[in-house]
Each structure stands twice: as C-alpha cells, then as structure tokens.
C-alpha cells in the first residue's frame, strides 16, 4: 500500500485539495440560510411539504452516500478511486443548484415536486464529489497532526464557501431597496443568487480535483475492478462493508453524537431568518454581519486546532466547540425571555449578537476538525484490524452528517414552523405581522429546545476509544505491517 508515501504535502496541494470543500460550503450555506424560507415564506409552501421534500433527499443521501463510498473505495483506473468521480460532479452540482433556486410559476403540488427532484438531484451530485474528496484527504497523510492540517484546510474552504454564500446573498442580492425593505422577501433575486452560486461550486470543485491529480500515482489502488460485481454485488458488499465498519464501537459512538450535534445546528441554521427577522427584528443590512460573524470565528479557530490536539488531544477539543455552540445559542433567547438582553432596534443588541455568533465560531472550529481527523484515524485503526483501507465508507458518514445538518434540520424545522402555526407568505414581513406568543414560542425551539440535545451529543463523544498515543501505536504497526508485505514481494 502506497498511501501516504512519496514526497511529502505541499502547501500549493493542501490548498487545491482544501478548495473543493468550498462547493459543499456553498451548497450548505444557501440551503441552511435560505431554501426553506425562500420556499415557505417567500413561495408560500407549507413548511411539513418543504420539510418533507428535504426529507426525501435525505433519505437518498442514506442509500447513496455509503453506496458512493465503496463504489469509491473499490474503484480502479489509470485516475485511481478518487479522481474520476470529483471530475464527473462538476456540472450537474452546479446546473442542479441553479434550477432548485429558480422555480416556475406552480402551484403547492407543482412547487413539492420541483423542490424534491431537485433537492435529491443536488444531493446526489454533492455525494458524487463530496465523498471521495473527504476520502482522500485521508488518504494523502497517516500523520496524527498532518492529518488534522490537512482537515483544517478542509474545514477552512467550507466555512469558507459558507461565508460566500451569506455575502453573495445578503451583500449583492438580497440587499435593502425602497420597493424591498427587506430584501430575502425578493423573490426575483433568488434565480441570480442561485446562478452565481452554481457557477462557483462547478469551478471550485473542477480545481480541487486537477490540482490533486499529482498525488494519484501516490495512492493505493485495488486489485479488481468494481464493475466486475454487477449492480446487485455492488450493493450487497455495501451493506456488509457499512455493517463491518459499524462495530467500531468508537464510530459507532463518534457518529451518533456528531449527527445529534448536526441536526440542532441543521434547525438553527434554517430558522435564523426567521429568528433574525422577526425575534431579534434585525434590518437587511445587520444581517449580513450576523451571518458572517460564526464563518470568520470558524476561520481564525482553525488556524488552532491542530496545537490543541497536541497539546489536549481531539476529544476534548470536539466536546468544547459542541458546548460552545450550545451555550451560544441557549444563554440569548433565555436572557431575551427574562428581561436581561438588549432591546431590540439598538446597537447593543447587534453587536452582543454578533460577539456571541464570532465567539461560537471559534469553538465550533474545534469540534469541525476534530470530528474529520478523528474519523480518519479510526479509518487506520480499521484496515489494522481488516487488513483493508475503506476510507470512502468511513467518510460517507462524513457526507452523510454534513448534509443531514440541513436536509433533517430543515424537516425539524419546517414541522416546528407548523405546530407553532407560524404564518407564511411574502405578505408577513416584521414582527407586527406575528403574534407575540408565536414568536415566543419561535424563540423557545431555536433556543433551549433544540441546543439542549447538543449535550447529549458530548456525552456520546465520551465514548470515543482513540488517543493519540493509541493511535501512534496503530500508526506503527500499519508501517511494519508494509514493510514485511514489501520484503514477501521482493522475496
């Protein structure tokens, strides 16, 4: 096996493999901060339909994201396992982006359907990319802190990509006019923004798969090719490979508290326009700094990760940016609850506000690192025991939880928008139009409801089995492990 071999990684690779990542940060961005309002507030589509539409592609994204994994894993051509399926998603990411935000004129059945084909169509090209890109940066370095380099320059475009799609959005289409006070109610705006969007994730994720093609020669290859199954083999070793990878008692643990932790920031992220709008009554052009505030905190805290893991190890590192995220969404709506935080319409609240989103980013750079390098290592301590690397699978679960922060997080979401019997359509624009136990109630599910779980989440990252002493130790005898293999062959 030849992964992680040759030269060592150059910065100029790091940094062409860290851009790919902007195409999920875009696509996380604008799916998280404004598809279902644009579909329920601004459309009128009921937020259980639009919740359930996401639903449905999130129910794709489980079949297809462990099937796109060993697919991955198990490839071979002169492009190695990873490339060919990163240069195929370029395309139809960004034509599938573009018409989910570009809808024609339908009506509630008509807006479901177009909102499900294309909800799925964009998902499946995300995995197509998504997939083996996280695949392989695991495989470009075994190194403990390498590792967690590399994964921050990951980290760091798709917060990135994130940051881009609130400018894009609330800086050049979503702006204040005298028609639009409120610009995310312009309907109009949204097929541009989309457009734009589209064009960058197709650009970006062209580039991170050339300027990585380097490496391939570099990377372990398998001994047969995946076609050779048929369709229905391809299927079955999925399964046993998924259920293989699953009695890893420390993935086991690591997953479920990471999709928990997801999940309550999937419903955050869908309701802060709502939130913004209508609880904390913020203006168009204040919302642009609340949403960048937790991007830039996210791209300063990444630049620490890694010395914290040196210094404390990576499950610590995880737990704090999970409780740091939790407090910075419970502490305001409570202290708003009770009297004790700044009034709306002031400058004292959009500064705290923004304080507090920068200060959850910071932690929140912690828990995003640690959590990929963390599923990297348990993929060494896999192929110790199995004799196999099968990094696809692993970081199909990866993919899985990024896009689960949206798809089920906006099923939450947009189900809590309806039992709170949330009014909708383009006509209810400020606080006057809601009454004021519906915003209560709004702010009570954004807040303690939803960041409460995020405590669960860490008790089950207590579980977690890898040390960075361990994991030396499996490091070792994975290299010794190779090297008899190499001197068997030369004998």
């Known amino acids: 096996m030849a992964a992680a071999l040759g030269p060592a990684l150059r910065a100029a690779t790091k940094l062409g493999y860290g851009i790919g990542q902007s195409a999920e940060g875009l696509n996380t961005g604008a799916f998280g901060a404004f598809l279902l309002f644009y579909y329920n507030q601004v459309l009128g589509l009921s937020g259980t339909l639009a919740g359930l539409a996401l639903g449905i592609a999130l129910i794709f994204d489980a079949v297809t994201d462990p099937l796109m994994g060993s697919i991955s894993d198990n490839w071979r051509s002169r492009l190695g396992r990873r490339h060919p399926f990163m240069y195929a998603a370029c395309l139809p990411l960004g034509l599938s982006f573009y018409f989910l ?3 024609p004129a339908l009506g509630e059945v008509g807006l479901f359907v177009w909102l499900t084909t294309f909800a799925v169509a964009t998902r499946g090209a995300l ?4 997939v083996p890109h996280a695949a392989l940066g695991a495989e470009l370095t075994q190194g403990f802190l390498e590792r967690s380099n590399v994964v921050a320059y990951r980290q760091f475009f798709s917060t990135f990509g994130g940051l881009a799609a609130f400018v894009v959005g609330f800086g050049v289409f979503f702006v204040a006019t005298p028609e639009q006070p409120q610009g995310q109610f312009n309907a109009a705006a949204y097929p541009g923004y989309a457009a734009t969007l589209a064009i960058l994730m197709a650009v970006t994720t062209f580039v991170s798969a050339h300027s990585t093609r380097s490496r391939i020669s570099l990377l372990y290859q398998p001994t047969a090719r995946t076609g050779a199954l048929g369709v229905a083999g391809v299927f079955g070793r999925t399964l046993r490979e998924a259920r293989a990878v699953l009695r890893n008692a420390s993935f086991r643990w690591l997953v479920t508290g990471v999709l928990i932790a997801f999940l309550m920031v999937g419903v955050d992220n869908a309701l802060n326009l709502y939130m913004n709008t209508f609880f904390w009554e913020l203006e168009s052009n204040e919302l642009l ?21 040196d210094l404390f190890d990576k499950r610590p590192a995880l737990a704090w940016g999970t409780a740091f995220w939790a407090c910075g969404q419970i502490v305001p709506v409570v202290l708003r609850l009770l009297g004790w935080f700044p009034e709306n319409d002031t400058t004292a609240l959009i500064v705290t506000l923004v304080s507090i989103k920068f200060a959850q980013g910071l932690g929140m750079a912690q828990a995003a690192v640690s959590f990929s390098s963390m599923v990297a290592d348990i993929a060494d301590e896999h192929e110790l025991l199995v004799g196999r ?5 692993f970081f199909a679960a990866v993919s899985f939880a990024n896009k689960a922060t949206t798809g089920v997080g906006s099923i939450i979401a947009g189900v809590a928008l309806d039992l709170i019997e949330w ?6 624009q400020s606080a006057a139009d809601v009454p004021e136990a519906v915003i209560v109630n709004l702010g009570v599910v954004y807040g303690p409801v939803v960041a409460g779980f995020g405590f669960f989440a860490i008790w089950c990252y207590s579980k977690y089995g890898l040390t960075k002493v361990s994991h030396g130790d499996i490091v070792k005898q994975l290299a ?9 062959g030369r004998g």
């Open 127 to 130: 995995t197509l990319f998504q």
């Open 389 to 393: 690397r099968q990094e696809g699978v």
């Open 289 to 309: 700094f609340f949403f960048v505030a937790t991007p830039l905190g996210l791209l300063i805290g990444y630049f620490f990760t890694a010395k914290l893991h």
């Open 101 to 103: 935000f570009s809808p």
């Open 423 to 428: 009014p909708r359509g383009a006509h209810v």
């Open 480 to 488: 010794e492990r190779r090297a008899l293999s190499a001197a068997d």
